[in-house]
C-alpha cells in the first residue's frame, strides 16, 4: 500500500527555515508518479498550492511563494522536501505532500492527485 507521510518540526519561530520531508512507501518513487506537489492549508483558509517537482527534478513554483520556497527529492530515500524561509505567522497551516502522474500546476483539487499525506501541522509563533 502507497503510503505519504509528511513530517517536521511542528513549531518554528519567525524569521527561521521550515523544512518538512515527505516519506514515500510501499513503492518506489522511480516506479511510481512524475509529480510530487507540496499543498498546505492555513487555519480557516482554503488550500494553496505551494510547487511541484517532477521525478527528474524541475521544479515549478507558486508565483507568490517562489522567492522563499525551494523542493527537492531524494529518489533513494523515497523523499521529498520542502524549505520556506523567512516564515511568518501567515505560514501557520497543515502542509501536504500529494503525488501525480501528470502535472498540475496550481491544482488543490484532492481528487486530481493520486495520492495524498495526512499532512502535519506546523505553527510559526515566537
Known amino acids: 500500500q502507497v503510503q505519504l507521510q509528511e513530517s517536521g518540526p511542528g513549531l518554528v519561530k519567525p524569521s527561521q527555515t521550515l523544512s518538512l520531508t515527505c516519506t514515500v512507501s510501499?513503492?518506489?518513487?522511480?516506479?511510481?508518479?512524475?509529480?510530487w506537489a507540496w499543498i498546505r492549508q492555513p487555519p480557516g483558509k482554503g488550500l494553496e498550492w505551494m510547487g511541484v517537482?517532477?521525478?527528474?527534478?524541475?521544479?515549478y513554483y507558486n508565483p507568490s511563494l517562489k522567492l522563499r520556497t525551494s523542493i527537492a527529492r531524494d529518489t533513494v530515500k523515497n523523499q521529498i522536501t520542502l524549505q520556506l524561509i523567512s516564515v511568518t505567522p501567515e505560514d501557520t497551516a497543515v502542509y501536504y505532500c500529494?503525488?501525480?502522474?501528470?502535472?498540475?500546476?496550481?491544482?488543490?483539487?484532492?481528487?486530481?492527485?493520486?495520492?495524498w499525506g495526512q499532512g502535519t501541522q506546523v505553527t510559526v509563533t515566537s
Open positions: 517537482i517532477s521525478y527528474s527534478g524541475s521544479t
Open positions: 500529494a503525488a501525480s502522474k501528470t502535472l498540475m500546476l496550481g491544482a488543490t483539487v484532492v481528487d486530481l492527485y493520486d495520492y
Open positions: 510501499g513503492a518506489s518513487m522511480a516506479t511510481m508518479f512524475n509529480y
